[in-house]
């Protein structure tokens, strides 16, 4: 019996590898660990979302919470590598690009057990994105590597990594949505928010580019305002962003602009929300794959994207870093889903194929090169 070890610890990690985890959830010969760090910790960030996708309950649990991205890195690659010493793990799986990502690669590769990426080989070269640093410095440690489209396998082998070691297998997050595409349109969300579908702009903003500086929040919201007298605003809004537009009267100028402020849904209800917009503005990056699948325009408030895929074969737009061009986003009829190879609903299942192949190569035994 051969043990995978899956570490995830914010939200997108968690949509990420719910296929993985269910594909090979029959295989006799694989025991699947899951190991919370707690990087999102509210319960509509991760309870919520992992009823919503039938997630396993989490094995361990190890309560990292928020702080500086240095106290929560270090945090959790201290806490990581506990629990890696006491799990024995003969390969551990990561996914997506977040603080969780690269603490959990960097302990399994301190103790060389070897690990597998989900979503590698995505870049934007915007070295002032947090993500941009986890993404490149945790595909450096990884054996296997997971592409979900034509660049991200490009850009590995730009950086010399060795074509054995890249998989493509396709997007693991649009294998949730089609999962869960069904049900969340039966939930008509859009009912409790008393919007018509099709008619109103969806918002999600938390990008720190985009919420940590008072004026850049500022300019935002008086552009949503100004959005909010043609159309109707429907902004589900991270904890992130709440904690700066309250400390800034964001919040209230919003409300007075007629804004449908939620606090975070979870995965069935925003999905739900997704399906019946007219438009969404975002700056999170699985938002652009999820609203290209489905057809939706999509307008992403940042100068660049790591998923240029869903500009050039998808529904996605990039403003750049003007937010007053918010307020000329107008709803438009769906469009046919992208056609993105690959991005079919079954990547989960060829990841799950290349890890099982993987640990049934690996000798037996411990692999781990410190002493418990
Ligand atoms: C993180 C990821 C980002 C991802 C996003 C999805 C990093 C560097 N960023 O950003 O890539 O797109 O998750 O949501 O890993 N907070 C709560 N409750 C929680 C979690 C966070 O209130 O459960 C608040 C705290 O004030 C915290 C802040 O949100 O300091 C930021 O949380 P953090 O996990 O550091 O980053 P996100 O902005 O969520």
Same mark, same amino acid.
């Given at each position: 019996m051969k043990t995978i070890l899956y570490v995830v610890g914010a939200r997108p990690n968690f949509?990420?590898?719910?296929?993985?985890?269910?594909?090979?959830?029959?295989?006799?010969?694989i025991r699947q660990v899951i190991v919370h760090t707690g990087q999102h910790y509210d319960p509509a960030l991760s309870d919520e979302v992992l009823h919503d996708l039938g997630f396993p309950l989490p094995d361990r649990f190890l309560g990292v919470g928020s702080g500086t991205h240095a106290e929560q890195t270090g945090k959790t690659l201290i806490a990581v590598e506990r629990a890696l010493i006491d799990d024995r793990p003969d390969l551990v799986v990561v996914s997506g690009d977040v603080n969780a990502t690269l603490a959990a690669a960097l302990a399994a590769a301190k103790l060389c057990i070897p690990i597998a990426h989900i979503e590698s080989g995505l870049r934007s070269?915007?070295?002032?994105?947090?993500?941009?640093?986890?993404?490149?410095?945790?595909?450096?440690?990884?054996?296997?590597?997971?592409?979900?489209?034509?660049?991200?396998?490009?850009?590995?082998?730009?950086?010399?990594?060795?074509?054995?070691?890249?998989?493509?297998?396709?997007?693991?997050?649009?294998?949730?949505?089609?999962?869960?595409?069904?049900?969340?349109?039966m939930a008509e969300a859009w009912r409790s928010v008393g919007v018509e579908p099709g008619t109103f702009v969806l918002v999600t903003l938390h990008r720190p580019s985009n919420v940590d500086d008072d004026e850049r929040l500022a300019a935002i919201v008086s552009a949503l305002a100004e959005l909010a007298r043609s159309v109707p605003v429907v902004f589900p809004i991270h904890p992130r962003t709440a904690a700066r537009l309250e400390a800034s009267g964001g +919040?209230?100028?919003?409300?007075?602009?007629?804004?449908?402020? %939620? &606090?975070?849904?979870? #995965?069935?209800?925003?999905?739900?929300? /997704?399906?019946?917009?007219?438009?969404?503005?975002? +700056?999170?990056?699985?938002?652009?794959?999820?609203?290209?699948? %489905? &057809?939706?325009?999509? #307008?992403?408030?940042?100068?660049?994207? /790591?998923?240029?895929?869903?500009?050039?074969?998808?529904?996605?737009?990039?403003?750049?870093?003007?937010?007053t061009s918010i307020a000329a986003i107008r709803p438009s009829p769906a469009g046919p889903p992208a056609r993105i190879p690959l991005w079919d609903g079954h990547a989960g299942e060829r990841a799950a194929t290349v890890l099982a192949a993987a640990v049934s190569e690996l000798g037996t035994g411990a692999r781990l090169s410190v002493p418990t």
């Open positions: 949509v990420k590898a719910a296929p993985v985890i269910q594909a090979l959830a029959g295989d006799q010969d070269r915007d070295w002032s994105m947090p993500e941009e640093i986890n993404r490149v410095l945790t595909d450096r440690l990884c054996e296997i590597l997971f592409t979900h489209s034509p660049e991200a396998r490009d850009n590995l082998t730009l950086e010399g990594i060795e074509a054995t070691r890249i998989h493509h297998v396709g997007n693991t997050m649009i294998d949730s949505l089609r999962r869960f595409e069904g049900p969340a349109r +919040d209230e100028r919003l409300a007075g602009a007629g804004i449908q402020c %939620l &606090g975070p849904l979870g #995965y069935l209800d925003f999905l739900s929300l /997704e399906l019946a917009a007219g438009a969404v503005l975002t +700056d999170s990056g699985g938002i652009q794959e999820e609203t290209s699948a %489905l &057809g939706i325009a999509c #307008y992403t408030l940042r100068a660049n994207t /790591e998923r240029p895929v869903t500009l050039t074969s998808g529904t996605n737009r990039l403003l750049g870093d003007d937010p």
